[in-house]
């Protein structure tokens, strides 16, 4: 963790991020940042319709993760954190869920927010198949996910592929695939996590 201010934990809806981050945080005794899902009625909003609601949405995630990450690391006395998301899942998301000028503006305000946040030094993405993420979600139980299709589940893979395979020199990336791991409850696989870690 000394070469590692900031540790991202990133991958689609269900693929284990917050368990992960949870994980790492503990084993570094870093700072732990987790997103507050259910603080945001407008994800529940846009799961049903996503008409009208897929800029408010985006935006709030994106001032929200700002605030979040600002406040972390514009403490001086600020140690290393771990974080179930980076900045980036914004223009992921809003690749997938916006068009035309909301999608021009989203990104405007993403540009001029990002911009004085940190890169993470490492990110850690996670890669499952939907048949995977589909059953996580189903396990986990929140009510406004369950309705979840896989096809848009498949376009949000597509997108974290596409931007980490064409960005790849914004960071450090480790790619997991989540197949068959479970590193909560199997103690060995959390250990070949920090294996692919500290062979960085």
């Avoid at 603080?39 to 949405?57: C, H, K, N, S, T």
Wanted: hydrophobic fraction near 45%; charged fraction near 25%; proline fraction near 4%.
């Amino acid at each position: 963790m000394r070469e590692f201010n900031y540790i991202a934990v990133e991958g689609n809806i269900g693929a284990g991020k917050t368990s992960l981050a949870k994980l790492l945080a503990t084993r570094y005794g870093a700072e732990l940042l987790l997103e507050q899902f259910d603080e945001r009625p407008l994800l529940q909003r846009f799961y049903a319709d996503p008409a009208g609601v897929a800029l408010p949405l985006e935006l709030s995630f994106l001032t929200a993760r700002y605030s979040q990450l600002a406040g972390h690391f514009g403490n001086p006395g600020a140690g290393p954190a771990v974080a179930d998301y980076a900045m980036v899942k914004c223009l992921v998301f809003a690749a997938v869920n916006l068009a035309g000028e909301e999608a021009v503006l989203f990104n405007r305000c993403y540009e001029l927010l990002s911009a004085s946040l940190p890169r993470p030094d490492l990110l850690v993405y996670l890669h499952d198949s939907t048949e995977g993420l589909m059953q996580n979600i189903r396990r986990r139980g929140r009510a406004y996910e369950q309705d979840l299709k896989t096809d848009y589940l498949l376009k949000i893979q597509e997108a974290y592929e596409g931007y980490i395979n064409y960005n790849s020199d914004w960071t450090r990336v480790i790619r997991l695939d989540m197949a068959g791991l479970d590193f909560v409850n199997r103690k060995a696989d959390f250990e070949s996590v920090l294996d692919h870690l500290e062979a960085i």
